[in-house]
């Protein structure tokens, strides 16, 4: 387990695993964002994603687990009753309303 950081300026993504050191991106000195190791990036080059990703970590949703009530077919336990990241800005929308009080205030 671990965190990524996150250049939301260049898109540089950097793998830290449980070194939290790094706080500037090394390309263009922006500060980087904390996100959960199991994020994917998207291309450098697809803007529309980026700003999908840029939208949810403003919004308060750094890719962190997000839980919905009752089963879905990822579900091994409660616990583990995780919502799929939204592909769409559309969707991110409506996300980020029904799961507001997952969000993490910063």
Known sequence: MGHK????KCYRVENLGLNLDVEEC???SNQMVFINHNFRP??????????????????GFPFH????EGKSEYS???SDN????????QEAKEFVIKYKDQKIKS
């Open 42 to 59: 998207p291309k450098k080059t697809d803007k529309k994603k980026w700003e999908l990703v840029k939208f949810l970590i403003s919004e």
């Open 76 to 78: 091994k336990n409660e």
């Open 26 to 28: 090394p390309l263009c």
């Open 5 to 8: 950081a996150v250049c939301l």
């Open 82 to 89: 995780y919502v799929n990241y939204p592909k769409t800005l």
């Open 65 to 68: 687990h997000v839980y919905q």
